[in-house]
């Protein structure tokens, strides 16, 4: 089973701010085949960028996707107030796994 | 539009059972893989188990195999979870989620709005 590893745990920022989120990956992730997802409280994750880089139509272009390999980013350029909420990495390329999440917190 | 309408959750003593359903409409329900993924309150998501459009392929995680089955009713564009031998870890928000190619092993663009299941010990 491939572990994902997300850090930080949890992220203080502000809006306007830069928000960098890590994904590591305990074995190679076959073609890119990573995705993340935004969840808020009380509702279902949302898909927003899948093969690593590939934004889901309708998804700000502030969110990207970047990595290969073991070591996946999620960068939101410019925060905006909706953008704080509990992040995921998923992998499915072996199966399915999910990383633990990081929570972006309004500083 | 999609939808994913899950239910079936409720309160159940540990070592109890449980059917969980999730209606589908707005796609071609056969020519999707479907999946059920879990959230434990306060914690992440687990995937917990996946079956192809035709239901001739089935895959689960480690933590549910062999206590729970997944299945589905093409001609009722209905998904199920067939949950025995609950046990208190299995409390959790389950979703029933599909992916918007269809195929098995991508990612999933369809969420329901979840059903709840306590499993008390």
Partial sequence: EIVLTQSPGTLSLSPGERATLSCRASQSVSSRKLAWYQQKPGQAPRLLIYYAVSRVTGIPDRFSGSGSGTDFTLTISRLEPEDFAVYYCQQYGTSHTFGQGTKLEIK | ?121
């Fill in chain 2, 1 to 121: 539009e999609v939808q994913l309408l899950e239910s079936g959750g409720g309160l159940v003593q540990a070592g109890g059972s449980l059917r969980l359903s999730c209606a589908a409409s707005g796609f071609t329900f056969s020519n999707c893989a479907m999946n059920w993924v879990r959230q434990a309150p306060g914690k992440g998501l687990e995937w917990i188990s996946g079956i192809s459009g035709s239901g001739d392929s089935t895959h689960y995680a480690d933590s549910v195999k062999g206590r729970f089955t997944i299945s589905r009713d093409n001609s009722k564009n209905t998904l199920y979870l067939q949950m025995n031998s609950l046990r208190a870890e299995d409390t959790a928000v389950y979703y029933c989620a599909a992916p918007g190619s269809g195929y098995e092993f991508t990612p999933f663009d369809f969420w329901g709005q979840g059903t709840l299941v306590t499993v008390s010990s």
